[in-house]
């Protein structure tokens, strides 16, 4: 039995640019290892429409170009090799043409939500059968995860799209074993199937592309982030990023994230200090700026501020100073933030956290401003955690210890810290987390007690609205906060589930 290869293709689309994505396609072609003996090649589902595209395929002015590339794609085969190429019907079924010799074979695949995958073997032994499978399931919030026997060839789509975050994972997978491309970027992987006399089969791999971009961190949440804010600027043609550094930790690692994916030359950072705000806060930001290479501006939000204190006046009187004033200084930060967004043509990156959207603990088109949210979906540990991990991988000064073990604060009075209006940022994500699950809170009300609960439980609701109006972020974890809860239908579901949790609702 002769020897065969098979080559997985794990492309980075845009979705909607199928010419582009089109020639991406050739380019990962081209840099295919020629080789002497019979080889498939794989392109998954996605890899030309991109992974949120296939709505779009409905119209049939865009489904006739979208043919028109798989044709074209397909054609590529030649000689001994032959290729397999996952695409979607306006019908919305998943299916594969098959291309060699010339010759072009249109297969069923079924829907991708059930599908087992294509078997295939080197023998006429069919427990020898290897699955194939061309999916785009493999995405940050949920890895592809075979189960501990099953062999096969995995193959998806790599890169951000909008606020998902895909990772590929094209490889081989055996036993709990896997070889496959580097997550979150576009590659080739390429395997060499060996037969032997007893008809079994040996894999290894014989090419492996090297990675577009070198990793920055050990923790892959923090290279799927890198990788889905990258992305999300650079398909969007956007010229560069701009975000306020307040000195403390959530800013610093949005800061560390924007510098990694595009380079400190195009991250342009602003200090914005009150009167309330701390020289700490100054001195730990633009320690932050000077270690990561990064450009400032500083600009005093106080004329703002005075402005709209006076223009105010005369309804405000002499109510005593409340909220409100404080929101008055976030959105003199946002109009600074977005007119140099506005101006410069860049990205401005909103810096709230999962705990903060949960309770809605910012200020509406103040601190809750801005195109992108690459931190939406960490809690206030897992922003910690990523940030050790960034500076475990550093060979020189990062991200300032003081800042990632600073106590929280938004300096927008005298004295401010998050804890006097949040609980413990743990309890808070202890209680969501089980709220999102669709648990009964029962062991949450036990460890922590039945107010601490209720409150959160009854501000996350209460909040909602908020959350509507919410900056896009990636999703890290299977129940985003922009995603609806599993369990409920409608609004009533929510407002009900809230009444009979919370006496105070």
């Known amino acids: 039995m002769s020897d065969c290869y098979i080559t997985l293709l794990q492309p980075n689309p845009t979705t909607g640019a199928l010419s582009d994505n089109a020639a991406q396609l050739n380019r990962l072609l081209t840099s295919v290892p020629d080789v002497a003996d019979p080889q498939l090649v794989v392109i998954p589902i996605g890899a030309i429409e991109g992974i949120t595209g296939a709505k779009a395929l409905l119209s049939q002015e865009i489904y006739a170009r979208y043919r028109a590339y798989v044709q074209w794609i397909v054609a590529w085969a030649q000689d001994k090799t032959a290729l ?42 069919e427990a020898d059968a290897i699955a194939l499978r061309l999916d785009t399931t493999s995405t940050a919030a949920e890895r592809f995860q075979p189960s501990t026997h099953q062999t096969m060839f995995f193959v998806g789509c790599a890169g951000g799209e909008a606020t998902s975050i895909a990772a590929g994972d094209s490889g081989y997978y055996s036993s709990g074993e896997s070889q496959r491309l580097v997550p979150w970027q576009s590659g080739v992987i390429q395997f060499v ?39 999300y600027v650079t398909k969007a043609h956007i010229r560069g990023i701009v975000l306020g550094l307040s000195g403390g930790i959530d800013s610093a690692l949005c800061l560390s994230l924007a510098v990694d994916a595009m380079g400190a030359s195009n991250v342009k950072g602003l200090l914005l200090p009150s009167r309330y705000t ?47 004033e404080e929101n008055l200084q976030a959105r003199a930060r946002a109009m600074l933030l977005m007119g140099v967004a506005n101006k410069e043509g860049r990205l401005l990156l ?54 990632i073990y600073r106590a929280p604060t938004a300096e927008l009075h005298e004295g401010q810290l998050d804890s006097d209006s949040l ?16 648990s009964s809170l029962e062991e949450e009300r036990r460890s922590l007690g039945s107010e601490v609960v209720d409150h959160i439980v009854s501000r996350f609701f209460a909040n909602a609205f908020k959350r509507a109006q919410g900056i896009p972020g990636p999703a890290l974890s299977p129940i985003a906060l922009s995603q609806t809860l599993p369990w409920a239908h409608n609004v009533g579901d929510f407002l009900g589930y809230a009444w009979f949790l919370c006496d105070d609702c």
């Open 84 to 125: 397999l190429l996952g695409y979607w019907t306006p019908q919305g079924e998943i299916r594969a043409l098959f291309s060699y010799h010339g010759a072009v074979i249109d297969l069923d695949l079924h829907s991708v939500f059930c599908w087992e995958g294509l078997l295939f073997s080197l023998s006429e032994n």
């Open 193 to 231: 199937l060996r037969g032997t006399s007893s008809n079994a089969r040996q894999i290894a791999c014989s090419y492996r592309s090297a990675p577009v971009y070198e990793a920055c961190a050990d923790d892959q949440r923090y290279e799927a982030l890198r990788a889905g804010l990258r992305d």
């Open 350 to 403: 909103c810096t709230t956290n999962k705990a903060e959207a949960a309770m809605g603990y910012g200020t509406l088109y103040g601190d809750v401003t801005g195109g992108y949210a690459p931190i939406i979906d960490l809690w206030k540990h897992d922003v910690q955690s990523l940030c050790l991990s960034r500076n475990a991988s550093s060979s020189r000064p990062w991200i300032p210890e003081a800042i």
């Open 423 to 438: 609980p413990p940022y743990h309890q808070i994500a202890t209680v969501i987390e089980a709220l999102l699950q669709g």
């Open 278 to 324: 701390s020289e700490e806060s100054l001195q730990l930001a633009g320690q932050l700026a000077r270690q990561l290479g990064v450009q400032t501006e500083t600009l005093s939000i106080e004329p703002l501020f005075q402005s709209a204190l006076a223009t105010l006046h005369p309804i405000f009187g002499e109510k005593p100073w409340d909220l409100t």
